[in-house]
């Protein structure tokens, strides 16, 4: 006012939308935001904004705002004197957005797993379903587990990196001991309540550990009285690669020599006992002068260091140049060499180590002359393809176990929440015997679940879709049934035609699943409680809704007629309240609202219907703000089925069926409120609607790389980096980090580490290496091969070295996979306010 152009149109609301966590949207309000979205298109003269404020925001704030704020703003909130903005932005699905669920640690499945693979420091617990046990096999309730060799290399990311062509990504293989809590059909001879030890192997749920598996039944030791849990967890796979190795490949006899090298951890031990049990003489290695004399104690004779080419000679003299029979190897490049040449006439090479074997690594072929025999060990393998043979393992190690031929392993035992320390601790080969992990024997948690682990559809469940039998219901309907949903009910007004009937009768014909259809209005009181009856009738828990009934009709703001907004509000706003009251008290997994990207961006002649759809936006807040779930996804058009499959004609992207589903079932496995799906094309949008254009709220997605906001964190880093371009200002910013991360990795103070002295003489192994490059991989988002730590051998040289790398100096940087950022407007990307 007062400055010659034509007045504003405001629209001020109180708390009509939510803007701050502690918001309660006012559903009295909550479509106007719609409306005005609408009334920028079709009257940008107008310059329409919404002031949303809070009950203690003083009037003089109020006209302070209508009569200052600028045109570029055209959605402002206040909250307890902040002034907000509203601005769109690309917003793609986020792990930090899971859900959580609480679990009782008696009766629920808890998996460790880590939040950021290759971080030994990033172990957290999350929540997992259990499963009922296949034929042939049991569940057990796993109370301690032990740390494999395998569990570090999964946990590091080294072991997934093994392989030809092989996925060993999602394996989950680990030791464990507890009682048998489900027995599948067909198992005989192991009973509820029995107390084993097993390896666990899950090829389906990656996990490192977990507390509840399932196994084959016939892959268990039985647990001896008097043999303790911790005690049980630490034997499965030391003992089987000692079983498959010793006696199943060397088939070792009384008095033969075996060398073992690595003599005194799990396997090794393992091994020990089992030579001995076998009549076999056994001499050993070892890394340290600690766990040799542990090894002498234990009575071996020849014990020699593992970390030097010593032992051959030794080995070579005490035999009077013979040699042994059996090499148990663990030791690679020269050692493996050397070991081999030890061999006697008709010895055996046990292989254990995989990276001279994944390395394809070359081995004269002269030490064969004598009848030797090379073997390759890959337990989990054996696992996986022969369980049978290992059967007969778990067969003979339990009768010599529960006969006390076999002694257990020494076993170091800490708490599982500590499984960082033990991880690091067997990766850096500091232990003796086994480390091994104890489960929390009670108690409740709030733990989050995986998006991959969330069963969005359960088999057990029926589930409810509003506006059934429109283009969107069927294809949803047909989503729960291909899910295992064991029924669906559908509502419409109108009956189903031949073509929806026909597509119902499949779903039950092609996935069992039972379809109910009501054919009622919605906003018609008592429909939704009948809705409601039918679900829970057949015999299966209502466990979630898809509302999506609705009815479009258009016009614009100034022809807006009360019968027009009340039919397009029915269906969508009393219908969605009358449902929400007759769901009262039930237990939901997720309700998920369908409304329009029409509420979010606003379009010409569709007031009402933007409103309608304004209003369940806030809906699906006003109902998490009570700890109900909510979902909604404002849409854009979709191909082939609904209502909005004519848009593709006037040059919309449109969203695929496949694509709109798949991004419906990531939305409801993930815990996010409200979030557009739309493949629009802002700039292109933007370019017919000048005015909208120039507000802010759509400034962030309107240029070509808009929303490029991923990776901040790591780009603070970058940034400070970039912003000179002086050598040793740029190694004095990076060293720092260099060193932290190194500290990190050798569990020592930053001021125990000087940038010169030599990595390897700070006590950097191969497999320390591995982590500190993943560390820094992830930090800087680089590829880093590992052989650089030892290229490049001192803190401050690796730092040179990753300076040369970073393309600071470049116009623009690439993302860690060497792509720009992929959240572009006119790609298919979620977007929130
Ligand atoms: N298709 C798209 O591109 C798109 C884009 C953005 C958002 N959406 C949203 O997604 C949802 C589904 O869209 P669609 O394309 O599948 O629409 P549709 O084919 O028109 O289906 C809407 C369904 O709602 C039913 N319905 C209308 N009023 C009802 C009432 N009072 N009680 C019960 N049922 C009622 C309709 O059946 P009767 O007329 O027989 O009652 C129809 O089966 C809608 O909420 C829509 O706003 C769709």
Known sequence: AGTGAAPRLWTVTRTAQRVTAEDRPDLGQAGLRGLVRVLSYEHPELRPAVLDIDPRTPLADVAAELSS??????????????????????????????????????????ALHLARPGDLDSFEFVAQSRRRPGPGEVEVRVDATSVNFINVLQAMGVYQRFGVGENREDISAFDGAGVVTAVGEGVQGVREGD?????????????????????????????????????????????????????????????????????????????????????????ATAGSEDKRAFLRGLGVEHVMDSRTLDFADQVRELTRGRGVDVVLNSLTGP???????????????????????????????????????????DVLMMMRQDPELLAEGYRDLAGMLAGGTLPPLPVTVRPVGEASAAFHTMASARHTGKLVLRWPAEGTDTLPVR????????????????????????????????????????????????????????????????????????????????????????????????????????ATVANLTPGLVEKVWRPKATGAWLLHL????????WWVTFSSAASLLGNPGQGA?????????????????????????????????????????????????AEGVAALERLLAH?????????????????????????????????????AETGGARNALLD???????????????????????????????????????????????????VLRNRLQRELGLEIPTMVMWTHPTASALTRYLLTRLDLDGEQEAGPDGEQDGTRTGERTPVTT
């Not at 949008?685 to 309107?702: C, G, I, Q, V």
């Open 69 to 110: 704020c600028s045109d570029e703003q055209d959605e402002v909130a206040h909250r307890d004197g902040t002034r907000h903005l509203a601005r769109l932005r690309n917003a793609p699905l986020d792990e930090g957005e899971h859900r959580t669920r609480t679990v009782d640690r008696v009766r629920d499945r808890v």
């Open 195 to 283: 107390r084993v030890a097993a390896m666990f192997v899950d090829g389906t749920r990656s996990a490192v550990m977990a507390s509840f598996a399932e196994v084959r039944a016939d892959c268990l030791l039985p647990v001896p009285d008097g043999t303790s849990i911790e005690d049980a967890a630490a034997l499965p796979c030391a003992y089987l690669t000692a079983w498959y190795s010793l006696r199943h490949l060397a088939r070792i006899r009384p008095g033969e020599k075996v060398l073992i090298h690595s003599a005194s951890g799990g396997t090794g031990l393992a091994a020990l006992h089992l030579a001995r049990a076998c009549g076999a003489e056994v001499w």
């Open 335 to 377: 050692a493996q060499s050397a070991g081999l040449e030890l061999l006697a006439h008709r010895g055996r090479f046990i292989e254990l180590g995989k990276r001279d074997i994944y390395a394809n690594t070359r081995l004269g072929l002269l030490a064969f002359r004598q009848n030797v025999t090379f073997a390759g060990v």
């Open 451 to 554: 998006p991959q682990d969330v069963p969005v559809v359960r088999p057990d469940a029926s589930y409810l879709v509003t506006g059934g039998l429109g283009g969107l219901g069927l294809l949803v309907a047909r989503w729960l049934a291909e899910r295992g949903a064991a029924a669906v009910v559908l509502t419409s007004r109108s009956a189903p035609d031949p073509a929806a009937r026909a597509a119902l009768d499949a779903l039950t014909a092609d996935f069992g699943t039972r379809v109910e259809v009501v054919s009622a209005d919605l906003a018609v009181p008592g429909t939704a409680d009948a809705l409601v009856r039918t679900a829970e009738a057949t015999g299966h828990a209502l466990r979630g809704v898809v509302h999506a009934a609705a009815v479009v009709e258009d």
């Open 582 to 589: 007759a769901l009262d008290g039930r237990e939901l997994d």
């Open 609 to 657: 219907y933007a409103a309608a759809n304004a209003w369940l936006d806030e809906f699906t807040s006003w109902r998490r703000a009570q700890g109900l779930p909510a979902t909604c996804v404002n849409w854009g058009p979709w191909a082939e089925v609904g209502r909005g499959t004519g848009m593709a004609e006037r040059g919309y992207a449109m969203i695929a069926p």
């Open 671 to 707: 815990d996010r409120d409200r979030t557009a799906y739309t493949p629009l094309d802002m700039a292109r949008w933007l370019e017919s609607y000048p005015e909208t254009a120039r507000t802010a709220f759509f400034t962030a997605l309107a240029g070509p790389a808009a929303g």
């Open 720 to 770: 400070s980096l970039r912003e000179t371009d002086c050598p040793q200002r740029r190694q004095d910013i990076l060293q720092p980090q260099v060193v932290e991360h190194l500290a990190a990795v050798l569990r020592l103070g930053t001021d125990r580490i000087d940038a010169d002295t030599s990595l390897v003489s700070l006590g950097l192994d191969s497999l320390m290496a591995i």
